[in-house]
């Protein structure tokens, strides 16, 4: 008998070298967002996708959004799907996200999918027209509510659950049900036992009994299309960029001088001491993540307010005097009390809508 020689295995495929991704940051900033060329397919997302698309399952219900890259999370109120911002499909383009922005939103799989169940809540409020109930708006407000172009949050209320930052359900009805939802959808959230005698509570049987109701109803929004898919984007990665970091800015109180005072020194006797601003500078990057992770503020802001800090203890010329781990508590504190104060001013900024 003929010998049968094994059939070569295929090589698995190499992904797809982007001419852009060796490309220096001045150079790829020059480029049009259009012209990427990126899709889901192949990517990470994929992965975060079929394990939301597993949970909504799991819960009984029929819908499952589509997906498309875009220049940021949202999902539109015409169709069930989610944009996804298109960094998130390359990890050149989150490296860039990151020097640029500072935070990486959405860029680890759990933050992802935090984002994905809350996006899934604004899909499942569109696709079966939720706000048109009476119960629905009696619990979260209407939803034709004009969007504010700030919102200034209680930290301390219970009458909202929490989940993304900057206790984000506080700024609309719509992004009430959607982080409602979220935390329902969420596996193992034990969100009985986290939220009891909080009123938020109601909001969280509310959606528990309704998504039992409609599970086997048919949606009345069906039809898939892409708003703002990253082909129709040309706006160049430098325009995205200057448009995002204004997006981000806030206008904070300058008072600062008293309290940097009190923890740093502009007795002439210390004048050989380390300078203030330099000690800033050092601890910069610890202390902004601590200091982010405390109050739920994105980082970027965060450096702003370091930036004016740094600049006024250079022009009142002041010294780190003391114990090095004293005075960077004693910073940390402060730039703690500032950032939670900037929630409540008036003059801050509506965030990115997720």
């Not at 992965?47 to 819960?59: M, P, S, Y």
């Not at 009430?176 to 509570?201: C, I, M, Q």
């Not at 300058?254 to 001491?273: K, T």
């Not at 010294?319 to 504190?333: K, P």
């Amino acid at each position: 008998m003929p010998s049968r020689r094994k059939p070569r295995r295929k090589a698995p495929a190499k992904k797809r070298q982007r001419r852009w991704a060796s490309w220096p940051d001045d150079r790829l900033l020059t480029l049009r967002i259009k012209d990427l060329k990126l899709s889901l397919r192949g990517t990470w997302l994929m992965d975060c996708l079929r394990e939301l698309n597993r949970e909504l399952a799991e819960k009984g219900l029929r819908v499952r959004p589509h997906a498309w890259l875009s220049s940021e999370w949202f999902s539109p109120d015409n169709t069930p799907g989610i944009a996804i911002p298109f960094y998130l499909a390359h990890p050149r383009l989150m490296r860039l996200e990151r020097k640029m922005i500072i935070d990486v939103e959405g860029g680890t799989r759990a933050e992802c999918m935090r984002i994905l169940r809350h996006e899934a809540g604004h899909v499942m409020q569109h696709s079966y027209a939720l706000h048109r109930e009476r119960q629905w708006q009696r619990l979260f407000g209407p939803s034709s509510t004009r969007y504010p172009s700030y919102y200034r949050p209680d930290p301390a209320s219970r009458n909202f659950v929490q989940h993304l930052r900057l206790w984000y359900a506080q700024s609309h009805p719509d992004e009430d049900f959607a982080e409602t939802f979220a935390v329902w959808l969420t596996p193992r959230s034990n969100w009985r036992k986290r939220y009891e005698g909080w009123p938020a509570l109601k909001k969280l049987q509310y959606v528990d009994e309704l998504m039992a109701r409609i599970a086997d109803r048919k949606p009345v929004l069906t039809r898939r299309s892409e708003v703002e898919p990253l082909r129709s984007l040309r706006m160049t990665l430098d325009e995205h960029y200057r448009k995002k970091l204004k997006h981000y800015s806030v206008s904070t109180p300058r008072f600062y001088d008293r309290d940097l005072l009190r923890i740093f020194s502009n007795n002439p006797r210390h004048r050989h001491s380390p300078s203030a601003a330099a000690f800033i500078r050092h601890h910069r990057a610890d202390i902004r993540r601590l200091v982010s992770k405390w109050t739920g503020e994105y980082q970027l802001t965060i450096d702003t307010v370091l930036d004016e800090m740094i600049e006024r203890c250079r022009e009142m010329k002041l010294r780190a005097v003391g114990s090095e781990r004293q005075l960077r508590t004693d910073f940390t504190v402060l730039l703690t009390a500032k950032t939670v104060h900037s929630l409540y001013s008036p003059l801050r900024r509506q965030w990115i809508a997720l």
